[in-house]
């Protein structure tokens, strides 16, 4: 796993004043890395909560938890290094999740796997994921770095008629 720096957590003292809560790297209890994964999930923070209520400091470590593609419910940000096949690198399976993502490639070139389509991406962009059926595949030699904020969204009715059914999540 690559070095991805440190997260800064501020909060607030007894008495309302702005603090540094944490700083360095957030933990880490997954299997979700590696050659075997062809790829290395750096997970940063998580909010069950919708609309997260701001409190001094947060009641739990959110890293704190079973890992999961998305969580049932709130927002997410990770890290995604994508291995090149070289190094153990692999398409990932076409999946599809009850989010919306934005997906900023930091560094590298991907391949996003669309249904009938494929996009390349390079460093500075970006894509809204919109619950679509999609793949990741790094053709490059180097590891392609991105950012991932996930936000737990709904499929409309119109939308979910359109859809195969029964409706496969990766959750």
Request: glycine share 8%.
């Amino acid at each position: 796993m690559a070095n991805w720096g440190r997260r800064v957590v501020t909060g607030h003292d007894a008495s309302g004043k702005s603090i540094v809560l944490s700083d360095g790297r957030p933990p880490q209890n997954h299997p979700m890395s590696g050659p075997d994964v062809g790829a290395d999930f750096i997970e940063i923070w998580h909010e069950g909560d919708p609309v997260p209520q701001l409190t001094a400091q947060p009641a739990a470590e959110p890293n704190e938890r079973p890992f999961t593609i998305m969580p049932p419910s709130g927002h997410l940000m990770r890290f995604i290094e994508l291995y090149p096949a070289s190094a153990g690198g692999h398409k990932t399976v076409m999946h599809r999740t009850r989010t919306l993502d934005y997906a900023l490639v930091i560094e590298g070139e991907v391949v996003l796997h669309l249904s009938d389509s494929e996009v390349v991406m390079r460093a500075g962009d970006v894509v809204v994921q919109r619950g679509t059926d999609h793949a990741w595949e790094n053709r490059s030699d180097a590891v392609t770095r991105m950012a991932f904020f996930h936000i737990d969204a709904r499929f409309s009715e119109d939308l979910l008629e359109t859809l195969p059914q029964p409706l496969e999540l990766m959750e």
